[in-house]
């Protein structure tokens, strides 16, 4: 099915470094969704987006949802190694509407 | 906050046998539920949505009546997968949309080998 462009695919980076990935689509989403998905794991929601320009933090994370409605990005402050897994972002028109995905970014963290 | 369990969490079985998996909401309502199937190193694919008491809506390329989809309550899911093969190895995991916030959680998954 249709799916959000994510970007990177994946990042290796030093723990304590800070992180950016973000998502973009085409067509316009009213909600914005970011999980993580641990190894044989189902993904766990970390923020949820729901108005254009929302900017909303939990912990070390930050998201936004960008102003068109085509774009959200997720910031990681100072990195630690539980960090590392693979983050989804993903995207509804509304709230009856299902999710789609993006192709997830694997992030892997060096102690 | 919201909890989805899947059951069982691992399962080997062999060829031409069936295999259900259980997904609960335990403690909201979920009047539709989503199965997905997720490839090593890939995104989830979304198999089919299960609405509470109807038929489930199946994506293209699904086969129904090899992914049997019946979701008798508000917090109770199930997937069949009939007559497994080989192929249908994959990890699975069943998503509930909470009724009244319509926010998604997913379950842990099932990893299913078949022999």
């Known amino acids: 099915g249709q799916q959000l462009n994510q970007s990177p695919q994946s990042m290796f980076i030093q723990e304590g470094e800070d992180v950016s990935m973000n998502c973009t689509s085409s067509?316009?989403?009213?909600?914005w969704l970011w999980y993580k998905q641990d190894p044989g794991e189902g993904p766990v929601l970390l923020i949820a987006?729901?108005?254009?320009?929302e900017l909303t933090s939990n912990g070390r994370l930050t998201a936004q949802f960008g102003i068109t409605r085509k774009d959200s990005f997720l910031n990681i402050s100072a990195s630690i190694p539980s960090d590392v897994g693979i983050y989804f972002c993903?995207?509804?028109?509304?709230?009856?509407?299902?999710?789609?995905f993006g192709g997830g970014t694997r992030l892997m963290v060096k102690p | 906050g919201a909890v989805v369990s899947q059951h069982p969490s691992r399962v080997i079985c062999k060829s031409g046998t069936s295999v259900k998996i259980e997904c609960r909401s335990l403690d909201f309502q979920a009047t539709t539920m989503f199965w997905y199937r997720q490839f090593p190193k890939q995104s989830l694919m979304l198999m089919a949505t299960s609405n509470e008491g109807s038929k489930a809506t199946y994506e293209q390329g699904v086969e129904k009546d090899k992914f049997l989809i019946n979701h008798a309550s508000l917090t109770l899911s199930t997937l069949t997968v009939t007559s497994a093969h080989p192929e249908d190895s994959s990890f699975y995991i069943c998503?509930?949309?909470?009724?009244?916030?319509?926010?998604?959680?997913f379950g842990p998954g099932t990893r299913l080998t078949v022999t």
């Open positions: 998503s509930a949309r909470d009724s009244l916030f319509y926010e998604q959680y």
């Open positions: 067509s316009i989403f009213n909600t």
């Open positions: 993903a995207g509804r028109i509304n709230a009856g509407n299902m999710l789609t």
């Open positions: 987006l729901y108005k254009a320009g």
